[in-house]
């Protein structure tokens, strides 16, 4: 294979986006414009690289025929790339009805696998998606499709989810070389994590470039980047794709009926991530 895969794997708003653009502006420059943020395969991309590589038309097959040629596709489309190819994607790991995994283990130098409290996830969700609090909190618990996504999306490859348990324990569990980071340590602790990140996506950066990296990538920055020039991954015309960039935002939205039934759902694998069912985000033994 000429290139293998970096597969930066995320639950929806888990802050797959920031770390994006952290990888294409330490790839291009800390001036890379947000808006040309295309060095990732993802949503019509994917659904692009599929058809070309496999010379078929996606919309002629059934979702469980696609599931049998992904494997191919990704293979295929490594041995034409001139380098590693970059994946961003919200589903879980799974494999197909044959046992082959989605994304070849063979061909995946690294999956960066980023997690948020998912009392954070629920409101970013909300916002993001412009629908009831109920409805992100529902997605999170029982999975299946984000809320109100507008019809006027590009079609794409069906996607596996899961919910925020399932979604964490397949990429955690998963036959790949896992780069795991909580989106609140990327906040506490930028310059370091954002290195964890580098190093895994097989870039040998020394601190100072980090630093330089993460300064162009602050979130204030992103803010009044979208607001001047827009963002082409923003589903709402009137929400900003780039909210709050914080932890603690659930505080005074989510009900105690609310982070009860998160927990009930996800209780197990919060404990595992350190998050505290009060919304606290605790310390990991390996950090």
Sequence with gaps: MSGRL????????????????????????????LNRLGGSIHGILRRLMFDEVMQVNAADLLAEELETLEPLAWREAMQ???????VKTHEMARCNRRGEWIFPPDGVRAVIHLVRHPFDVAISTASHFSAPIENAVAFLVQGGSPPSIPASLPETLPQVTGNWSTHARSWLDGPYNTCCVRYEDLLARAVPEFQRIAAAAG??????????????????????????????????????????????????????????????????????????ADGSVLPLPSS
């Design 203 to 276: 870039f040998p950066a020394g601190a100072s470039e980090i630093a330089a990296t993460v300064e162009a990538c602050r979130f204030d920055r992103l803010q009044a980047e979208e607001k001047s020039g827009g963002f082409p991954e923003r589903v709402s015309e009137t929400v900003p794709f780039f909210r709050a960039g914080r932890s603690g935002t659930w505080q005074g939205i989510l009900n105690e009926g609310m982070c009860q039934a998160i927990v009930m759902a996800h209780g197990a694998m919060m404990k595992r991530l350190g998050y505290g």
């Design 80 to 86: 034409r790339a001139a380098g590693d190819i970059f």
């Design 6 to 33: 970096v597969v930066i794997a995320s639950h929806p708003k888990s802050g797959n986006t920031w770390v994006r653009i952290f990888i294409e502006r330490l790839r291009h420059g800390s001036h890379h414009p």
